[in-house]
């Protein structure tokens, strides 16, 4: 057989390899007929950075630190640069391997050898090869390992979106409602200045005999209520600043000593028109975590292709070609012993990144 036909035949049989991974399908969600909507619209998608359509600098300040410093954040891109790295060596398998090997002897008789042959000289071997191997993926092993490692892949991004998501949507709510206690706090100092004006009134006219002693007691009344209501919105602004402030990732010192900076008034605020809305089906896809979890489903069913593969024989192909380089020829006959000193080097020198992914 000619080197181009098994060349051909080769490649026939890597094409038509198989694979025995299970058919995954999809469901199509169906909307009934009497669906509508006002902002149904599948196209319309709300913007990665829609913090920014508040038009508020303080939140967008925050959002970015949290984004830099979270702890949560930075170990699910860390898993999607691991999930990358193993995908690119799952992705080499599939590709031939090309190794160099080399080696250098130093080789001479022994003493007794050189006496009783009347002499010899040590000479040099020098050897220089390459290894080319390469593995047929005839039941798809190797090619549904690849689709379980590059479904991974996907998972783990869809996975770190969501963490993303998740911060960015607590620092936004943790914000708004630092607003929201602020403004309440503000609303009750007033309350509490306008009832002690109040209550000063009503003890002079008390003293004037114009009202009764009841009256005088209510004005106090609505004071005490009003002043006792200060107390346990201020501890829930302090509660959420610090909240605010773990999810910024601070330090214990920092947040004793620093505040969060917020706008004026909250009716500076930018509210977005509308949200997109779309069907419900839509909305369900684009949740990260629903598509991590439609990826994992992917990768498993893909290993089950690899388990299934297993069980068949694998059919591997390994070629060498190299050169050597001896000076002395062959100096001794029978079984005079010799004597050597010498090394070898094999690395990789083609292997389609299997180094770099681990």
Not at 49 to 74: C, F, H, I, K, M
Not at 127 to 142: A, H, K, P, T
Not at 158 to 176: D, H, K, M, P, S
Request: charged share 25%; hydrophobic share 45%.
């Amino acid at each position: 057989m000619t080197v181009k036909a098994l060349l051909t035949t080769v490649m026939a049989l890597a094409l038509g390899g198989c694979s025995l991974a299970p058919t995954v399908e999809k469901p199509e969600p169906s909307v009934p007929e009497t669906w509508t909507s006002a902002r149904l619209s599948a196209d319309e998608k709300l913007p990665l950075d829609w913090w920014r359509g508040y038009g508020d600098p303080a939140l967008v300040t925050l959002v970015e630190e949290a984004l830099d410093a979270n702890s949560d954040l930075q170990l699910a891109a860390g898993r999607v640069a691991e999930a990358r790295a193993l995908l690119t060596g799952q992705q080499a398998e599939q590709y031939p391997l090309l190794e160099v090997e080399g080696s250098a002897v130093r080789q001479g008789p022994s003493e007794e050898a050189v006496n009783s042959a009347g002499g010899g000289q040590p000479f040099n071997d020098i050897q220089v090869g390459g290894v080319l191997s390469y593995e047929l993926d005839l039941w798809g092993r190797l090619a549904n390992a690849s689709e379980a490692a590059r479904a991974r892949l996907l998972a783990s991004a869809a996975n770190r979106e969501a963490v993303r998501l998740a911060v960015i949507g607590e620092v936004a709510n943790g914000y708004f409602n630092l607003r929201a206690l602020d403004r309440q706090i503000d609303i009750a100092e007033r309350t509490v200045s306008s009832r002690r004006e109040s209550v000063a009134l009503q003890r002079a006219r008390f003293e004037g005999g114009e009202i009764n002693e009841l009256a005088l007691r209510q004005a106090e009344s609505e004071l005490a209520a009003a002043e006792s209501e200060l107390p346990r919105l201020r501890q829930q602004r302090s509660l959420q600043r610090n909240a605010l402030a773990v999810l910024l990732g601070r330090d214990p010192q920092r947040i004793v000593r620093s505040d969060i900076s917020v706008a004026n008034t909250i009716g500076e605020m930018d509210v977005p028109a509308s949200i997109p809305a779309g069907r419900p089906a839509d909305l369900m896809v684009r949740r990260p975590d629903i598509a991590a979890a439609e990826q994992e489903l992917i990768a498993a069913n893909a290993e089950i292709g690899v388990a299934r593969a297993a069980f068949l024989p694998r059919i591997s192909f390994e070629g060498l070609l190299g050169l050597r380089s001896a000076s002395g020829g062959d100096l001794f006959q029978g079984s005079a012993s010799t004597w050597q000193l010498g090394g070898s080097l094999v690395g990789p020198l083609l292997d389609f990144g299997r180094s770099e992914a681990l």
